[in-house]
């Protein structure tokens, strides 16, 4: 069983930053799938972005959602077995709770709910204009 817990979210203004993190458990983090996905009031949860193991060429790769893409950053340190994701320029319409997900089974690409098993409570992201 992986645990899963984010932290960092809270209140900010359109145009500023937040960084979020996650620690999730576990002796493999270094190869574990991880992803941030999130959900506004009223809407869907949302992929965000994702960060993997890519086993054929050793290096981890990303994936971001056409939303927020140049604006956010995912990055890991398996060090502290924690993900990060680092978001500028934000904008009311990132207001939502924000889920990290983790999952140990190597992925290409994960960007689907379905892709992972483990999943944080979540953390409010709210941006005023």
């Known amino acids: 069983q992986v645990q899963v817990v984010e932290s960092g979210g809270g209140l900010v203004q359109a145009g500023g930053s937040l960084r979020l993190s996650c620690a999730a458990s576990?002796?493999?983090?270094?190869?574990?799938?991880m992803g941030w996905f999130r959900q506004a009031p009223g809407k869907d949860r949302e992929f965000v972005a994702s960060i993997w193991w890519n086993v054929l060429r050793t290096y981890f790769g990303t994936v971001y959602a056409d939303s927020v893409k140049g604006r956010f950053t995912i990055s890991r340190d398996n060090a502290k077995n924690t993900v990060y994701l680092q978001m500028n320029s934000l904008t009311p319409e990132d207001t939502a709770v924000y889920y990290c997900?983790?999952?140990?089974?190597?992925?290409?690409?994960?960007?689907?709910?379905?892709?992972?098993?483990?999943w944080g409570q979540g953390t409010q992201v709210t941006v005023s204009s």
């Open positions: 997900a983790a999952d140990e089974r190597v992925r290409t690409m994960p960007n689907s709910g379905q892709d992972y098993a483990y």
């Open positions: 576990g002796r493999t983090f270094s190869t574990y799938s």
